[in-house]
């Protein structure tokens, strides 16, 4: 099967890493759903790899550096008034940014290297600036846009659509065409196709997605343990995610854990038996059930 898309070798097939965290991070998706915070998630995930991390201690730094801002915004000021401040504090004054150099860095997913650093990628920089900024009365969401996570922020006429990635740069419908004409081979959408990708995304969502970009780094550094534990922790959130736990599967498989790969693949046929690559499936059940008896 081809493959779509923390440091501890497992030692087994069992993805365990940190199961008070991922434990923590279920409690918190079930129990509050997107009411509950969305900083407190990601540093969750970061936890599975820095054990000791003290998140309370990041999430008061979140806190003081909303403090500091609000402090200097007018009670009145509009919504475009706060998002230019907190672009301006962010990124001007803070000096949080984009690690271009070096994206596939797994530290640029862990949030509290993205606050203890100022370099992150689209997502944990969008994280970091919804924080904030509902921290000063901004009404943002992210959006789950291909390739590029953005941010959204409701306002009296409309809504904004910001890139944190860019210093928090504002996009029109325009430039949305053309960024996903660029991944569509040159197709230009419609404002329509635009704008029917512009719906907030949920908590849940975005936290998986920083699953997903996770498991992709350690996926392209063949460091398949440490993938094994993001794509487990998505499938916790996502359970009726058809190609993750497709996905799932193909690293159990890649780690020689036949038995729980034959019930990913198992499972994804249960869930997309008419998938385009449901042949391919079948003989990886084929296959493992053959590799799963050998081993019994």
């Known amino acids: 099967m081809q493959w779509t898309g923390g440091p501890v070798t497992l030692g087994s097939c069992a993805s365990v890493r940190n199961q008070a965290a991922a434990s923590r991070l279920k409690r918190l998706v079930e129990q509050h759903g997107d009411a509950g915070s969305l900083a407190e998630g990601a540093l969750l995930i970061a936890q599975e790899t820095y054990p000791a991390i003290d998140i309370d201690h990041y999430l008061a730094r979140l806190d003081m550096l909303g403090t500091v801002l609000r402090a200097r915004i007018a009670p009145d000021a509009s919504s475009v008034e706060r998002i230019l401040a907190l672009n301006r504090f962010l990124f001007a004054e803070q000096g949080f940014g984009p690690n271009q150099d070096e994206f596939a ?5 862990y949030l509290n290297d993205v606050l203890d650093r100022r370099i992150g990628i689209p997502i944990t920089l969008s994280i970091v600036y919804i924080e904030i900024g509902r921290r000063i009365g901004l009404a943002l969401d992210g959006l789950s846009f291909p ?3 953005l941010v959204k922020c409701a306002l009296p006429d409309g809504a904004a659509v910001l890139d944190p990635f860019l210093s928090g740069a504002s996009l029109s419908i325009e430039d949305l065409q053309r960024r996903l004409g660029a991944l569509r081979e040159g197709h230009r959408p419609s404002r329509a196709e635009v704008s029917a990708l512009l719906a907030g995304a949920s908590r849940r969502e975005i936290l998986s997605r920083v699953l997903r970009n996770l498991k992709a780094v350690h996926v392209m550094a063949e460091q398949f343990d440490q993938a094994l534990v993001a ?8 359970p009726g995610a058809s190609t993750e736990i497709r996905d799932r599967g193909w690293l159990y498989r890649r780690l020689d854990c036949f038995a729980a790969a034959l019930a990913d693949y198992r499972r994804y046929l249960e869930l997309a038996p008419a998938a385009e690559d449901a042949e391919e499936a079948r003989r990886a059940v084929i296959e493992l059930e053959r590799l799963a008896a050998r081993l019994n």
């Open 147 to 149: 390739q590029h996570f």
């Open 105 to 109: 860095d797994p530290r640029n997913s």
């Open 231 to 238: 794509a487990d922790r998505i499938v916790m959130l996502m």
